[in-house]
C-alpha cells in the first residue's frame, strides 16, 4: 500500500538551524522562565503581528483560559460561543467557572452567526468567545457593535488564524485579547505553545504573572496563579519556524489550489472559499457532503479514504454542545447548521510538504466514492 497520509504534519526547520538557535542553551543552561529565547521571540511576534502586547504561553488552551481569567468576569456569568471548534474552547470557558451559551454559526464560512448573538443576551451576559475557526474571520463588525452595546468582553479564539489578515490588520488585534495556538498541528508552531494579543496596557503585567503562579516581584505573589509558561526550547522553535512562515504559506497555498482544481466542480460537494477582505492562511481544507446529491455520507468517504491509508479528520465532529462530559445540559437543536455542517464536514491532509502527486491521490478517492 502507499505511504499513509495523516490530516497534517509538522513543520520544522532543518535540523541544523534549530541546533544551532539552541546551542547557546549549553551555555547559559537557561531553560524556562521567560529567559533570552522567549524575549527574542515575543519581540519578533509583536513585531510581525504588528500588535501592541503579547503574553507567550506553553500552550494555546491556558492562553484561552487565563485571558478570560485576565477580563476579570463574574463568576457564573454567560459567554456566548460557538460549539463548531475543539474541545478546548468550550472547556476554558466551563473550566473558568462561567457558562457557555451556544450560538449557531453561519453556513458559509462555519463562523458564529453574528445576527444569532443579539437574542443570545441575557442579563448575565458577560462575554463572547468567537472562534475563527478553519482560519476564517469572524463578523467582527457586528461583534463589535454587539460588545459596544451591551458592555461584553471579546476574546477571539484564533487558534487557526495565525499569519491571517482582515482588512490588512492581523488577526491578533481585535477584540480584548485574542489568542493564537501554536501547537505542533498548526500552520505556525512550537512544539505547544499559545499566546495572548491584546493592546490594552493594564492587562501586560497580569497576563505574565498569571502563567508563573502569580508572582508579581522577587518577594511578592499577588494572586493564586498557576504555571502555563512558554519554555527556551518552545521559544527558539518558533523564532526558527517563523523566518519560513511565507514559504510554508505559499506551499500550503498550492495543495489548496490542487484540491480546488480536482474537486470544485463536483456536485455535491462544497468547498469553502477565501473571504474577501481576509489574507488567508490556508489552515484547513474543510469539505462538505451532501449524501443526497454526492451519492455518500461524509462517514463513508471518511472510511474509503481510511481504506487507502488517508487520515482525513472530522474537525469538528461532534459539536461540543453534545459532549459526553456536558450530560447533556445543551439542546443541540438550538444550533442546527452547525449540528448539519458537522455531520458532513472533512477536513482534508494538508501540510507544506503533502506533495501534488498525493493530493491528486486524495481527490480520486474521493471521487470514486460519488456515486
Ligand atoms: N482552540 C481551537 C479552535 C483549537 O483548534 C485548539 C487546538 C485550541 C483552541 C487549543 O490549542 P492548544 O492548547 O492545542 O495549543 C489537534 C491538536 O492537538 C490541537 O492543538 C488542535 N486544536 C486540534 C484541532 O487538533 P488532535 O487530537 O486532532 O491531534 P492529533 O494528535 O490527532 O494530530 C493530528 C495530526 O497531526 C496527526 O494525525 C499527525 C499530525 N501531527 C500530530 C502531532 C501531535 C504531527 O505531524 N506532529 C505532531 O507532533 O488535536
Redesign the pocket.
Known sequence: MADKI?????SMPDFDEFCKEIEDLWDSHWLTNMGVKHKQFQAELEKYLNVPHISLYT??????ENALAAMNLPRGGEVITTPF??A??TH?IVRQGLQPVFCDIEPVWYTMDATKIENLITDKTCAIVP?H?YGNICNIEEIERLAQKYGLKVIY?A??AFGVKYKGTSAACFGDAS?F??????VFNT????AVCFSNDKLVQLLNDMKNFGIHGPEEVAFVGGNAKMNEFQAAMGICNLRHLDEEIAKRKTVVETYRSRLSDIEGITLSSIQEDVETNYAYFPVVFEPTIFGSTRNEVFDTLAQSGI?A?K?FYPLTNTFDCFHGAYDVNKTPVALHISKRVLTLPL?ADLSIDNVNRICDVIISCKK
Open positions: 495523516l490530516v497534517t504534519r509538522s500552550n494555546g488552551h491556558l492562553a484561552l471548534t475543539f478546548s474552547t476554558a472562534v475557526v479564539d487558534a487557526h489568542m495556538s501554536f501547537h505542533a498541528t498548526k512544539i505547544e505553545g499559545g487520515g479528520r474537525y501540510y
